[in-house]
């Protein structure tokens, strides 16, 4: 399984950065994806997911700012982050989406957001 995420940088608030995932063949297969972020300090959370055939979902902070999307063909899932606020800084990650999403061992290497006020 590998996943690799990029697109992070460091944006004034208000700008936008689009995240991209590239996936191992094996881990899309699975249904649904979703990203995630973790700001220092705190815990992972969940940012938004979206199933095989682009049903989204997304955590109430961030909805109606940020969208994912993927390309089935390509293996690959993208955040596109706009409006972006301080609080939005973490390093965002991309994985496999399940209830038990909390437990998973493997993170693959994430990308860092820094939003300056």
């Known amino acids: 399984v590998q996943l690799q995420a990029s697109g992070g940088g460091l944006v004034q608030a208000g700008g936008s950065l689009r995240l991209s995932c590239a996936r191992s063949?094996?881990?899309?297969?699975?249904?649904?994806m979703g990203w995630y972020r973790q700001a220092p300090g705190k815990r992972r959370e969940l940012v938004a997911t979206?199933?095989?055939?682009?049903?989204?979902n997304y955590a109430d902070s961030v909805q109606g700012r940020f969208t994912i999307s993927r390309d089935n063909a390509k293996n690959t899932v993208s955040l596109q982050m706009n409006s972006l606020k301080p609080e939005d800084t973490a390093v965002y990650y991309c994985?496999?989406?399940?209830?038990?999403?909390?437990?998973?061992?493997?993170w693959g290497q994430g990308t860092l957001v820094t939003v300056s006020s």
């Open positions: 994985n496999k989406y399940s209830p038990g999403w909390n437990e998973y061992d493997y």
């Open positions: 063949r094996r881990l899309f297969s699975v249904n649904t």
């Open positions: 979206i199933t095989h055939y682009g049903t989204t």
